[in-house]
């Protein structure tokens, strides 16, 4: 009766895990077809800048680190066909994207980090940081069976910043465990004498389920550029062939000028009324140059968007 139970239990449980991975394999396959069919005849492009990874003295030689900065651009230039990445040639960028304000309780600033990406077009951020790096003991197997496992459990934390209204659109944390031998990962050990399993299918693992996710979190929010510069009839717009635009194409000019405060110190920029509507006259890579045609008056930061 005893071994039946736990034939029983060991097929639910292997059944379970199928599912489960099936299950997870059917979402992201269908988020992607999503993401193809969505953006793949869509007119503009979202800008998208991957900054610096932040890591722990958990990560000898800083392996993780090096991984996500190689890897997440990577993953999303080939994988998010309605995104581009951000190309640089500003002075701002780089010490930007390895060094973003931060507020008194260490959280990145993104409302002082909105100033700076909308003059540069970018319409989101993406950062990623170690969260830690430890060892746990797990119990596995079933009543007489049970043996204790050691692992390394890895925490990877990625935010996406998005500068029309300075919020998160996407805050998780990933997971993963990888065994180890009993004396190759200690506690007592400093960190930079540690020494870390094989951590390449994890990391791999950990980039497929945060990259879709962040996908996901860029395309399901509407393309926006911004105006830079209003010069008399000239009104200059962040955003440029690279993005999608050509000349005659027509925007709406909403004000994105006001703020508000939340907790914490942080401000947002909060979404204001339709002020006129303009039309391109000409483009070069990164940058339009527009004139208006209705409305009212059109000032430095304020957002456009399609006018469909």
């Not at 953006?39 to 932040?54: I, L, T």
């Not at 000898?60 to 996500?68: A, E, G, M, N």
């Not at 581009?84 to 008194?104: E, F, H, K, N, W």
């Not at 508000?260 to 890579?285: H, K, L, Y």
Request: charged share 25%; with cysteine; net charge negative.
């Amino acid at each position: 009766m005893l071994v039946a139970f736990a034939l029983i239990w060991f097929a639910h449980c292997s059944f379970s895990s199928a599912v489960e991975k099936t299950s997870r394999s059917i979402e992201r396959t269908s988020k992607s077809v999503v993401r193809q069919v969505t953006f793949s005849g869509g007119p503009y492009r979202h800008q998208v800048a991957v900054g610096g990874f932040q890591t722990i003295p958990q990560d000898p030689q800083d392996k993780i680190k090096l991984h996500f900065e190689r890897e997440v651009p990577a993953y999303l230039s080939k994988n998010c066909k309605g995104i581009l990445m951000y190309a640089g040639g500003q002075q701002s960028a780089p010490s930007l994207l390895t060094d973003p304000p931060r507020l008194v309780n260490g959280e990145i600033d993104a409302y002082g980090l909105s100033f700076i990406g909308r003059q540069l077009g970018i319409n989101a951020y993406i950062f990623g940081s170690l969260q830690s790096v430890r060892r746990v003991d797990e119990l596995e197997g079933f009543l007489w069976n049970k043996e204790t496992i050691q692992e390394v459990r890895i925490a990877v934390r990625f935010e996406v910043f998005q500068m029309l209204t300075a919020t998160k659109i996407l805050d998780s944390i990933y997971r993963r465990d990888v065994p180890i031998e009993e004396l190759s990962f200690e506690q007592g050990v400093a960190p930079a004498e540690q020494e870390l399993p094989d951590l390449d299918q994890a990391l791999s693992d950990i980039l497929d389920e945060a990259g879709a996710d962040i996908c996901d979190a860029l395309l399901n929010e509407r393309w926006n550029g911004f105006i830079t510069s209003v010069e008399g009839e000239k009104i200059i717009v962040s955003a440029g062939s690279r993005a999608g635009l050509k000349p005659g194409a027509k925007l709406k000019v909403i004000d994105s000028t006001q703020t508000i405060e939340g907790v914490d110190g942080q401000r947002f920029f909060q979404m204001g009324d339709d002020v006129a509507t303009i039309e391109v006259v000409s483009v070069t890579d990164d940058r339009s140059e527009a004139r208006q045609i209705d409305g009212g008056q059109v000032k430095l930061g304020h957002s456009v968007r399609p006018a469909d």
